[in-house]
Nanobody, 122 residues
Framework: QLVESGGGSVQPGGSLRLSCTAS????????IGWFRQAPGKEREFVAA????????TYRDSVKGRFTISRDNAKNTLYLQMDSLKPEDTAVYYC?????????????????WGQGTQVTVSS
C-alpha cells in the first residue's frame, strides 16, 4: 500500500530524493516516516513527520543532511538526502502509523513500503 521510489547509486557527497505514495489510503491522516536497513544490520529509524508537516524528527547521523517533507495534496512523502555518505547505503522504507511515536519506534507499524535501494559509493 506504500510505494517508494527515487533510489539509486550516487557518489559520496551526492544527493537523492526519495518519494513515497499510498495507493489505497490517504496519507494526510497519518504521521509518516522513513526507516533504512543496511546489509547485515538491523533496521533503523531515519526521520518522521507529523500530520501537518510542522513537526519533524531525525536520527542524529542524518541531521543537517536529510530533510523529510510531505505534500498532502499529492498524497506523497519525501526524503531529500544531501551530502550522502557510504554509510547511508541501505534499503529505505516508508512507514505510516496513527501515532508519530509508533512511527519512530518502528514497532506495530501497520503500513510499510517495499523499499528502495540507495547506494553511496565512489
Amino acid at each position: 500500500q506504500l510505494v517508494e521510489s527515487g533510489g539509486g547509486s550516487v557518489q559520496p557527497g551526492g544527493s537523492l530524493r526519495l518519494s513515497c505514495t499510498a495507493s489505497e489510503f490517504t496519507l494526510e491522516k497519518y504521521p509518516i516516516g522513513w526507516f533504512r536497513q543496511a546489509p547485515g544490520k538491523e533496521r533503523e529509524f531515519v526521520a518522521a513527520i507529523n500530520f501537518s508537516g510542522g513537526t519533524t524528527t531525525y536520527r542524529d547521523s542524518v541531521k543537517g543532511r536529510f530533510t523529510i517533507s510531505r505534500d498532502n495534496a499529492k498524497n506523497t512523502l519525501y526524503l531529500q538526502m544531501d551530502s550522502l555518505k557510504p554509510e547511508d547505503t541501505a534499503v529505505y522504507y516508508c512507514t505510516a502509523a496513527t501515532l508519530i511515536s509508533t512511527v519512530v519506534a518502528g514497532t506495530n507499524v501497520p503500513y510499510w513500503g517495499q523499499g528502495t535501494q540507495v547506494t553511496v559509493s565512489s
